[in-house]
């Protein structure tokens, strides 16, 4: 098997259906070992050998454009252009109505008009349709076309025109709902500019983003959007990240700072050292997963998958007995019977029903994504919003994981500033946050500590660090229970103990600070029926002090990674658990949860490790994605209740012989309308 994939954009799809007969037909293609539709984002992966060409051929039955994702969209017809078949079938069936009123019904000019409008607006379809047949591929168009043809042969020839034109303006209606619900997404791709503004020795000049190479300088103007990511090497302004956040409100920033493309530049000016190239930017990837995303189907959308699968063949055999038993077997009319088994094929069109849970879906991911969070496909969203416990890690979620010395003491008898100098050259080998916040503590005391050597030096995750100084043993980690660290720890500070050769010399208390979001975004999820947990490494007292003033229901403490893993398989037995994370350290335990949930603010490793990724690096957009998970499976389960009640009623009007071709394909649109309108509620949806 070849691994030579390519992905193209598709415009022109109408229906979820097409997009499914497509796929067959390009999988069909000499070359072609493989090729999958994504019908949310309108694009199709083809593994093998195919020309644009010979994907276009294989979708000439819808006109599909095609061209290849890494280049432009393809161009966009106007509306007159793209439905002028279908307006002029309208014309002509409205011409062919004044023609019975004047004339009459059997006249062969009114039947002439009646035809045209038949053959204008439903050539495609019958094409596609009687191809189908012949393949014994039974979908919405080999139902449309059986039963026009079947009313054109027993001269129902008025209502095979409305049953042409009525059905093109089903499907106008279904891919304006989906183009509708595609725009939250595409709107991404327009976020960031094509062009910068590249500094080089000759002064600065205009260059398309493709261009740009990681190391380059590129300048950025107040008012200006960012159009790649990189890190400032100079200047100082307010950037507004709500592109890539969610976050509406501005953050100061200045050298040495990362920034992303797609961020606006409010009131400074900047130079800008390019770290990524213009396909690895972070907003570049949060398109690539949403669009990905959409192909993850969830629960219902399989469920939905399935049953259309067989509902067509069964709907085919109900028409065909409902046509041929009462005539044979109770004598009665032949054309009566007959028309109403063409009037079932058309009601039984799964128009509605295969729309029902696409649009839902792909509205909810925009929506989600233009808000900054990142749902990585249609079984998250679903799981979600299922969840009956949110298990938080403590460090960089629920605070800001930027740790502050508040206390130091050195032992009686030996001196501060050289015990701080032992503690500052120890973590100086090290990259924990902690760490860093002893460094800055030591510096800011004036604390010279880099002419120290260190030998042997060990971190142990969870645990402390280790090193030799001279002939010496030193150690940076959790205390024992000593009263100064037990009262530090009822403070809610992290305590540790620094010794020499087993005996302490001296203790350091340290405080994260709490997200401002913190407690309204955990008061927001009990209000929602959600139990929350706490999962840290920290000792029990100052895990306590910290729960109590989030307000958070279970406590799980002194936990190593592997601990926090066996906690959450521990909760899954009682819990729908979703955990919450960084998505670096609590990697397993994240994966090991129902829904993993990363905090992001941009990083590559929130963006690939979880389920879901909170770009703005907060936890209060939590509560609105799982509330919008639960809106979507209600709408969800409401569009597919609609629409298959609306078939049932329809169904049943032929028992008292009242179901007509007009009633059949106005329920058809009247239920497609109804559950495009619903889906498309999900993208004003608000927090």
Not at 319 to 331: C, D, H, I, K, R
Request: glycine share 8%; hydrophobic share 45%.
């Amino acid at each position: 098997m070849t691994n030579d994939r390519t992905t193209y954009r598709i415009d022109g799809f109408s229906c979820a259906n097409c997009a499914r007969t497509f796929e067959k037909n390009v999988q069909e293609i000499k070359g072609v070992e493989d090729a999958q539709v994504n019908f949310g984002a309108s694009k199709i992966t083809v593994q093998g050998a195919a020309t644009v060409e010979d994907i276009e051929k294989a979708g000439a039955f819808e006109q599909l454009k095609v061209v290849n994702a890494s280049g432009p969209a393809p161009e966009r017809q106007s509306f007159l252009k793209k439905h002028r078949m279908v307006i002029l079938s309208a014309i002509l069936m409205f011409i062919g109505f004044g023609l019975v009123i004047y004339y009459g019904g059997q006249n062969p000019m009114t039947t002439g008009f009646f035809l045209a409008s038949v053959v204008t607006g439903g050539y495609r379809m019958f094409w596609t349709g009687l191809n189908n047949l012949t393949r014994l591929r039974f979908d919405m168009k080999t139902l449309m076309t059986v039963a026009i043809i079947g009313a054109a042969l027993i001269g129902e020839w008025p209502e095979a025109s409305v049953v042409v034109v009525l059905f093109a303006v089903s499907e106008a209606l279904e891919r304006y709902s989906m183009e509708k619900a595609r725009t939250s997404i595409q709107s991404l791709m327009e976020i960031a500019p094509n062009t910068a503004s590249l500094k080089t020795q000759d002064g600065i000049r205009e260059v398309e983003v493709g261009d740009i190479q990681i190391g380059d300088t590129i300048v950025v103007r107040p008012g200006e959007k960012l159009p790649m990511d990189g890190v400032i090497s100079s200047g100082h302004s307010s950037i507004n990240q709500a592109a890539i956040t969610g976050e509406s409100l501005p953050v100061e920033v200045s050298g040495g700072e990362e920034v992303y493309a797609g961020t606006l530049n409010q009131n400074g000016y900047l130079e800008i050292e390019v770290t990524k190239n213009v396909e690895d930017t972070t907003i570049a990837k949060i398109i690539q997963l949403v669009e990905e995303a959409q192909e993850k189907r969830a629960p219902a959308q399989q469920f939905v998958d399935q049953f259309a699968k067989y509902y067509t063949p069964a709907i085919m055999m109900i028409a065909v007995m409902v046509a041929v038993v009462p005539p044979l077997l109770l004598g009665a009319e032949w054309m009566t019977y007959i028309y109403q088994g063409l009037a079932i094929l058309v009601v039984g069109c799964p128009c509605a029903l295969v729309i029902s849970t696409p649009i839902a879906i792909v509205s909810a991911i925009g929506s989600a994504a233009n808000r900054g969070v990142l749902i990585k496909g249609g079984v998250h969203l679903e799981k979600i919003g299922q969840s009956s416990l949110v298990a938080f890690d403590k460090t960089g979620t629920l605070t800001k994981g930027e740790p502050h010395v508040t206390d130091f003491e050195a032992a009686s008898g030996r001196l501060r500033e050289e015990v701080l100098a032992i503690a500052a050259a120890l973590e100086s080998q090290s990259e924990h946050p902690i760490a860093q916040s002893v460094i800055k503590y030591a510096e800011s005391e004036g604390i010279r500590y880099s002419d120290i050597d260190i030998n042997r030096f060990q971190a142990v995750t969870g645990t402390g660090i280790s090193g030799e100084i001279g002939q010496h043993f030193y150690e940076i980690r959790k205390p024992d229970d000593d009263a100064l660290s037990a009262q530090y720890q009822e403070a809610g500070k992290t305590a540790m103990i620094i010794t020499e050769d087993d005996q302490i010399i001296g203790h350091i208390a340290v405080m994260d600070e709490l997200r401002e979001s913190s407690r309204p975004a955990i008061e927001r999820l009990h209000s929602l029926g959600i139990q929350t947990a706490m999962l840290t490494g920290d000792n029990s007292n100052t895990a306590r002090t910290i729960a109590d003033k989030l307000g958070i229901d279970k406590i799980y403490a002194g936990l190593m990674p592997e601990d926090k893993l066996a906690t959450i398989e521990d909760l899954k037995k009682e819990h729908t658990v979703a955990m919450v994370g960084d998505g670096i350290n609590d990697a397993p335990a994240l994966a090991t949860a129902n829904v993993g949930v990363a905090m992001g603010k941009g990083t590559d490793t929130a963006l690939e490790t979880a389920d879901m990724a909170l770009m703005g690096n907060s936890i209060h957009h939590l509560p609105f994605a799982i509330g919008l998970s639960r809106r979507t499976l209600n709408i969800i389960k409401a569009n597919i209740s609609f629409a298959i009640i609306i078939k049932v009623i329809a169904l049943l009007l032929v028992i008292p012989g009242w179901l007509t071709l007009w009633i059949a394909i106005l329920s058809d649109i009247g239920a497609t309308l109804i559950v495009a309108l619903n889906g498309l509620r999900l993208l004003r949806m608000k927090e």
